[in-house]
């Protein structure tokens, strides 16, 4: 069975840290390029960072450049997100997915060649 397990969102105050794990289980993991992509209340969702399945190549959404790092360990089978600084702007649902695209910039900003998405996890960034 397929799955993708986000965690370790949550509230926490503006400046304030959080790290994301996407946990991926049932499909050979090596040959997918991963992203974070997230969805604001009444807003379209948006690639945030991507990591390619095995040069290491990443992308972030401009705004986020500095204050977000993605990673990703093979051996567990997970991709995580370090979150620094975080803005009541980056509040919303967190989603990981795993997908046959060619390039990092095709994932996170086209969307393309999505295979699977996990649940979504929530980061409310609040004083």
């Known amino acids: 069975q397929v799955q993708l397990v986000e965690s370790g969102g949550g509230l926490v105050q503006p400046g304030g840290s959080l790290r994301l794990s996407c946990a991926a289980s049932g499909f050979t993991w090596l040959y997918y390029t991963i992203g974070w992509f997230r969805q604001a209340p009444g807003k379209e969702r948006e690639g945030v960072s991507c990591i390619s399945s095995s040069d290491g190549m990443t992308y972030y959404r401009d705004s986020l450049k500095g204050r977000f790092t993605i990673s990703r360990d093979n051996a567990k089978n997970t991709v995580y997100l370090q979150m620094n600084s975080l803005k009541p702007e980056d509040t919303g649902v967190y989603y990981c997915?795993?997908?046959?695209?060619?390039?990092?910039?095709?994932?996170?900003?086209?969307?393309?060649?999505?295979?699977?998405w996990g649940q979504g996890t929530q980061v409310t960034v609040s004083s």
């Open positions: 997915a795993a997908a046959e695209a060619p390039t990092v910039q095709a994932l996170c900003v086209q969307n393309l060649g999505v295979r699977y």
